[in-house]
């Protein structure tokens, strides 16, 4: 939701300003912005509704500077317009960029109107650079005026801020958005996300929420929310600058779903063992806080969401565990009942949404009895605030469609219904068989990712369509659904999941011949249902399209396609069927022409209610 870059150097920071905001893209791409302090010591500015590569067409070649903010908008507060996009200025003195939404901004407008102040965007950033700007003219210091204006704030912001007056200084400050610090060789740099830095320094600062830092070339000194100077630990990244390049695929969408079998494996390495899954793969403390464990509540929102429902089936099926999926956004308006010795347990790719952010604030405040989190973004605000850690190895993802994240999201899930179900039930040779299944799963899923000339054949049937139906049944319900998600955001196809059951409750009155329905159907004990199903909208004129176990007995017929997977141990099928449903998605929203990287109105990382 919003990309920052910031830069304080020697040399000219427009390129890497420019470089940072293309790796930052995935958070926002309605409009973008440079401002720099240029050799005349003035603030010189370019913004440009859309992508950063109309930014990057519309930049003075004569435009340099050694200090500089750099931003990527996803409109909240103003419809995206250049003059709406950031950094905003105050009177030709103070630049800013922001992440997040302020609250109050209404009465800080209206304050700020009456004592002069003119208005050039309707977003609720600019009220921040007039207030700091109202401070500099009192303090004539940046750091003293970025402080005394940040308690008229309410609400989420990541803040850049550079003003004429310093040209070589920088201020950042965090409260609720992420905001990273890049600690170079006579140069610093802020971001929103590591990767935008990754060209420039592998050494990062994370910020704690309240934090200010005073940046220059040479020092960066942070003062925690109480005023008090701190030190935040340096910390080397294991990135590389090539972990989030596109290479030699057309999207990174396609590249990160055919990066999964590494992802995978990347994620249980070191985790399970012949037979076993190691309880150290949830840190020193884990073996004693489970032994406790009663009851499992999973909170996350979307894709992160759906893997979510799948480990409900798997923590109820296999640990002997009640348990309950919500979206975050729910659940933390609600006042739910705690049942003692719950475990709380938030699912995220990037660890900064803010749903479920609050969430798992809300969480604590209810009293359950310890957190944990699956999460893929190392040191975000959900790994830090969580009393246990379990990392998903995707590495960076970067396409706005989550791929890779879900399906190690549900790799992740097994261990720990597997660490959590030894002691309630789950066999040694029960364990053996998962962790078995576990290590046989990324070839299973390279063997899978050649059907993708089979799902190519498809498309057609889907391109011109304007809705579509998906239909499973037990975990493979929560497949469908995430099927559906995938499909709607990247192609702009309408399309729902149900379980297969529930058709005759109503939504069959939907099947027709425009109506492809896709259903997935793995061998397990829900098969004969689901073919029953499926005869309900054959019987109806719809358009079938199956993923089939191949020892299934579901034929072809001139309106009932089916792709036939290699038999898969149903344990294992929400994760190879899924692979089958992005694969799809994908494929569909290239033939339409849409932009799949980045879909319309939405972002990678959503750090604003
Ligand atoms: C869909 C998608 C979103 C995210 C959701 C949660 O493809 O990516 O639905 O899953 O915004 O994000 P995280 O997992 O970062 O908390």
Known sequence: MCGIVGAVAQRNVVPIL?????????????????????????????????????????????????????????????????????PHICRKTVALVHNGIIENHEALRRAQMQLGYEFTSQTDTEVIVHEIYRRL?????????????????RGAYALGVITNREPGRLVAARRGSPLVIGIGIGEHFIASDVAALLPVTQRFMFLEDGDIADITRDAVTVYDAQGARVERPVRHSELSADAVARGEYRHYMLKEINEQPRAIADTLENRIGVDQVYAEAFGPAAAGLFADIEAVQIVACGTSYHAGLVGRYWFEGLANLPCAAEVASEFRYRKPRVAPHTLFVTLSQSGETADTLAALAYARELGFARTLTICNAPESSLVRGSDLVLMTHAGPEIGVASTKAFTTQLVALLLLVTALGRSRGLTAEGEARIVHLLRSLPGQIEQILGLDTAVQAWVPFFTNKQHALFLGRGTQYPVAMEGALKLKEISYIHAEAYPAGELKHGPLALVDADMPVVAVAPNNTLLEKLQSNLQEVRARGGELFVFADSDNDIHEDPRTH??????????????????????????????????VDQPRNLAKSVTVE
Do not use: F
Request: overall charge negative.
């Open 137 to 153: 003219e009192e303090t004539a210091d940046l750091l003293a005026a970025v402080r005394a204006a940040l308690p008229s704030l």
């Open 18 to 86: 420019i470089e940072g905001l293309k790796r930052l893209e995935y958070r926002g791409y309605d409009s973008a912005g440079v401002a720099v302090i240029d050799q005349a010591c003035c603030l010189a500015r370019t913004r440009s509704v859309g992508k950063v590569r109309e930014l990057e067409g519309r930049l003075d070649a004569h435009m340099e500077g050694a200090t500089g903010i750099a931003h990527t908008r996803w409109a909240t507060h103003g419809r995206p317009a250049t003059e709406n996009a950031h």
């Open 562 to 595: 089916v792709i036939s997977v290699p038999p898969v141990d149903d344990l294992m099928a929400p994760i190879v069927y899924a692979v089958l449903l992005q694969l799809l998605a994908y494929h569909v929203a290239v033939s339409r022409g849409a932009d």
